[in-house]
């Protein structure tokens, strides 16, 4: 520290004395060597100001070699010098620090459920909680990786000059596994799925285990592989797959969808929509109050009560496998042990028939229905002579209307899967059941025992016949 330089100075006339003082710079070094810090002390009088040379003289006195803000510091000083003011605290020599070195490594994305929360100030009451999922997901060809390169150490420098190791930073370094894809310095998922760490590897799980129940906690599953049920599915929260859904209980079924083969251990419970749209095989122990689809087969062990089983191949029963009530509809041809029970309840049976072409039917009779209203609507009220576009209006809805009449028509060629398709039941049928084979129609009048429903083509008709004969 430079010590104070005071002068007495008398003025003649009067009997006044005051002291000049010198400036002052005082420097901190900090414990690491990399920051100086100083305080400037203006000059009073006719005392020497602060100067850059003092200032260097300082340095020296200090060994200050490496990172002075010379710029910064000389700004100060004129500051100082002409405000009359003290600085304190201001940087004035700043170390260099190292650069650690770091390994190549990837560095994962890490993924967010896709929710969608309520809007500050709204009503959070209109918010349909369930439908939100909060599983967090990858898609196919997503980025869930990128390779950051190696970074080299670099060393650090005090301000004393003095030279500071860079060492090294330790990273994660997980490498790419399972349905990842690597393309330059990227990573893709070739598989939609869960995006998981194990083992030092980054990797997509496409089976999705949920141990718990489906529910608040979860949120409705959307997943794009297969899904394993543990627990249960609670009212209201949907399931979409994009592979297979397995579960190990009944299940409340609100809205169920999966690309390839549904099974449960337990049975089926609708519950609202109550929809289960497969496109493999459904297999469940029993069936209760919703509506079944699938493009291949359906197999239920014990009994369809008031279900509607639609089904592009068979639908089978187990050996005891009773239908009551509903409706089922298979291309392929039906296996059970009874339909319809001793009260006479309306069960109705269907073979040989495409649901999906059926719903299409449906949907154009619908839309046809609507144009020709329209239509007629518009004739009635058209004027002796209409504008243009009054004209135009008739003429695009009149052949709006002519289209789906041709697509009615090829739609109906295509609604009779397969004249061969046959209902069979190894038990009893009871009055009240009715039987359908492509569009030929049989009602059930009285008991019938193990009898195989055939449409006879010559006649056009259902017939049964039976089984006990053709053994």
């Not at 790419?176 to 998981?196: C, D, H, M, W, Y």
Request: hydrophobic content about 40%.
């Amino acid at each position: 520290m430079l010590q104070l330089h005071f002068r007495q100075v008398s003025i003649t006339g009067e009997a006044l004395t005051f002291m000049e003082r010198d400036a002052l710079i005082e420097l901190t070094v900090s414990a690491d060597a990399m920051t100086v810090t100083g305080s400037f002390l203006p000059h009073s009088g006719n005392a020497r100001p602060l100067s850059m040379d003092y200032f260097d003289s300082m340095l020296d006195t200090y060994d200050i070699v490496h990172g002075v803000r010379m710029e910064e510091v000389s700004e100060v000083i004129f500051e100082v010098n002409t405000s009359h003011r003290l600085r304190e605290g201001v940087v004035v020599a700043q170390g260099t620090p190292p650069v650690a070195a770091r390994p190549a490594f990837y560095r994962v994305i890490e993924q967010t459920a896709r929710e969608s929360a309520p809007a500050a100030g709204s009503d959070s009451d209109r918010v349909d909680f369930k439908s939100i999922s909060r599983l967090p997901v990858v898609r196919k060809g997503q980025v869930i990786a990128r390779r950051v390169p190696e970074r080299p150490g670099i060393p650090g420098t005090t301000v004393r000059g003095e030279e500071i190791p860079p060492g090294a930073i330790p990273v994660e370094t997980l490498t790419p596994g399972k349905n990842t894809l690597i393309e330059g310095e990227a990573v893709f998922a070739s598989r939609g799925g869960q995006l998981q760490k194990k083992d030092n590897q980054f990797f997509v799980e496409d089976r999705l285990e949920i141990t718990g129940d489906v529910g608040f906690s979860t949120g409705s599953i959307e997943f794009p592989g297969d899904v394993v049920l543990k627990g249960e599915v609670q009212d209201g929260f949907h399931i979409w797959a994009g592979g297979s859904i397995t579960a190990a209980n009944t299940v409340d079924v609100s809205q169920i969808y999966c690309r390839k083969d549904f099974s449960a251990n337990g049975g089926l419970v609708g519950r609202g929509v109550a929809l289960l749209r497969c496109g493999g095989r459904v297999q469940a122990k029993f069936v209760e109050n919703c509506q079944v689809e699938s493009k291949t087969s359906i197999y239920i062990k014990q009994y369809c009560y008031q279900a509607r089983l639609n089904s592009l191949d068979r639908i089978a029963m187990g050996n005891r496998g009773r239908v009551v009530a509903g409706c089922i509809t298979a291309s392929g041809g039906v296996h059970c042990y009874n339909l319809g029970n001793k009260a006479g309840v309306a069960t109705l049976v269907r073979a040989g028939i495409n649901f999906i072409v059926e719903r299409k039917l449906d949907l154009c009779r619908q839309k046809l229905e609507s144009v020709s209203i329209r239509l007629n609507g518009l004739a009635r009220a058209l004027p002796e002579n209409p504008s243009d576009d009054q004209v135009d209006i008739v003429h695009r809805l009149e052949w709006m209307r002519s289209q789906l009449s041709i697509q009615m028509g090829d739609l109906t060629g295509d609604l009779d899967s397969d004249e061969n398709a046959q209902i069979v039941v190894d038990g009893e049928v009871f009055p009240g059941v009715q039987v359908q084979i492509c569009r030929a129609t049989l009602n059930v009048e009285q008991k019938m025992a193990r009898v195989r429903f055939v449409l006879d083509k010559q006649t056009g008709r259902v017939v049964a016949r039976d089984l006990r004969e053709e053994e």
